[in-house]
Each structure stands twice: as C-alpha cells, then as structure tokens.
C-alpha cells in the first residue's frame, strides 16, 4: 500500500509544510538523507502548548507528538518535490518534551509520533530516537526533528 493510501486510511492530508520560524531552512538534503529542521507541535486551531508535569497529561502530549511527525511528514514531501512515496525510510528522530524537572516519561510522549510514522509507514517508520525534557519556544508541548532516507 503506498503511503498516500495509508495515510488516507488513517484519516491524514498531509498539510502545507510549515516555514521556518528563524533564520534557518527547513530541510537539507545530504546524498540519499533529508535532515528536517525540528517541527513543533501545532493543530488546526494553532499552537499545541503545554507542559508535561505541569497540569498536561501524557496522551494530550502524544498527540502534540503526533501532530509534529505530521509536520515532519509534509516537509519530506516539500524536499521530494510534492511526492511523499519516494520516502523510503525514517531513520532517525530526536525528540524535545516541554516538561518539568521531575518529569521522566518522554518516552511515553514521543511515542505519538513514533507510534504514528509506524501506522502510516510500516517497517519503513521504525526508527532510532531520543527524547529529552527541554524548555520550548512559544511554550509548545513537543519539538521534533528527523532524519528521512529518500530516493
């Protein structure tokens, strides 16, 4: 099934990749590896904010999680000329929770995302990551950045 149908399936349109908030590109291609700029977490009413530890639950951050893998996804489809499908694999995420200091479950957090790339992927969506708690920009709940093998 291509990645067009699978995301269909899940109820997914890929929206307009989201532009840069500084002075920085939102993705580099090095040979057959798309490195995209870290996507943070927002929906159709916005910004996704919040923060774990502090009044938001883990799921409410799993899908702050999950709406930044979207993101992610738009921007690949960006660097590959608007057609998602030469994606062949994601490689690697790195993952940043707005949390409190005791807070210790951003596993638990970024699996929205990694949970979701699977879905829509298959094989093709396991990845390497790391997640880390970390003070955001514009107080969002999630910031991801990731590594995308590309034809």
Avoid: W
């Avoid at 699996?111 to 990845?127: C, I, K, P, Q, Y």
């Amino acid at each position: 099934m291509s990645i067009t149908d699978r995301l269909a399936e899940l109820g997914v349109t890929l929206p307009d990749a989201p532009a840069p908030a500084a002075n920085y590109v939102p993705f580099v291609r090095a040979g057959g590896l798309l490195f995209v700029s870290g996507q943070i977490s927002t929906g159709p009413e916005g910004l996704i904010t919040g923060r774990l530890g502090d009044g938001m639950a883990v799921a409410d951050g799993a899908a702050a999680a999950r709406a930044c893998a979207i993101s992610l996804l738009a921007q690949v489809k960006t660097a590959c000329d608007g057609d998602i499908e030469r994606l062949t694999r994601v490689v690697k995420l790195t993952a940043f929770v707005n949390c409190t200091p005791d807070f210790g479950d951003q596993p638990k957090v970024v699996n929205g995302a990694s949970d979701f790339l699977v879905e829509a992927l298959g094989e093709a969506g396991r990845h390497s990551r790391s997640a880390v708690g970390a003070s955001l920009p514009f107080g969002v709940a999630v910031e991801i950045e990731g590594i995308f093998e590309t034809r």
